[in-house]
């Protein structure tokens, strides 16, 4: 784990807590969703095994028990600190890979077209608006429900909130809070998907057949958005496609990033 302190805009540096995975030369940056740095970290060490990666993971300040700088509001904030990060730690032909909320923070990215950026991968991202197919209302949702909703079988990830140590609350509870602040009640943008003609750069959307948090016509809409961009299911998978098939997962990241590598 390193500390970064990122530059922005009008404001102090951003102090940014990073985990990294891998030596080797293809960078990736993995940004997590509303379940936490935790619900992509196993995924982060995978990848950096089965593929010659360098994979950071940044917690989104206000996670995982961390501070967030109360200038920093929304997604396209944090889509201007990780490409801040990038130019910071001078990587070159990144592969960003984003998860529900950090799949919407992913195509912020691609919307700044740094010539840093090599592709992006969208894993059951939210943030655009679909005519009938909202993105489930999580906070008024039972947790239950939220896992009902997130996997194509809930069993092996269940569990009572209420068992885990007052800290452990206390960290959900501080991710909950910093979700509803860079997300909204809405966990969309009304201009998104307009916006998302002018992506440029080559775009994998990955979505889970089972997806209730954001349906499969969801995700295919995210794609049909993205003029780059290409879709594919992922079978008996919900929400969280790097928890619950990691595998399946992994090899159509990497079948796509081999495909897309420049030659020469």
């Keep these: 784990m390193t500390t970064h302190h990122v530059p922005l805009p009008g404001m102090e540096p951003v102090e940014l807590t990073v985990d990294e995975y891998g030596t080797g030369a293809a960078p990736f940056l993995l940004l997590h969703g509303g379940a936490g740095p935790q ?14 990666a360098r994979v950071l993971v940044p917690t989104h300040p206000g996670f995982g028990g961390t501070t967030r700088p109360e200038q920093l509001t929304g997604v396209t904030d944090l889509a201007a600190l ?18 529900s909320l950090g799949g919407w923070v992913a195509a912020e990215i691609a919307l700044r077209a740094s010539s840093r950026v090599g592709r992006v991968v969208l894993l059951d991202a939210v943030g655009i608006e679909v005519p009938g197919h909202p993105v489930a209302d999580f906070f008024a949702l039972t947790m239950d429900e939220v896992f009902r909703l997130s996997y194509h079988d809930p069993a ?75 879709f594919e299911l992922l079978s008996r998978t919900g929400h969280l496609p790097q928890l619950e098939t990691p595998e399946q997962t992994l090899r159509a990241l990497l079948d796509d990033v081999t495909a897309t590598v420049p030659a020469g």
């Design 39 to 52: 619900s992509v970290t196993g995924f982060a060490a995978l990848l950096a095994e089965r593929h010659p």
């Design 82 to 99: 990780y490409v801040g990060l990038i130019e910071q730690a001078d990587l070159h032909d990144v592969t960003v890979v984003g998860s």
């Design 156 to 230: 092996p990830f269940r569990f009572d909130p209420t068992t885990l140590p007052p800290a452990a609350q206390a960290v959900a509870a501080g991710n909950r809070a910093a979700l509803a602040v860079y997300g909204g009640r809405a966990m969309t943008d009304p201009t998104l998907a307009g916006r998302l003609a002018d992506v440029s750069v080559p775009t994998l959307v990955l979505w889970g057949d089972s997806d209730r948090i954001v349906d499969v016509d969801y995700g295919r809409a995210y794609a049909a958005a993205i003029p780059t961009a290409r």
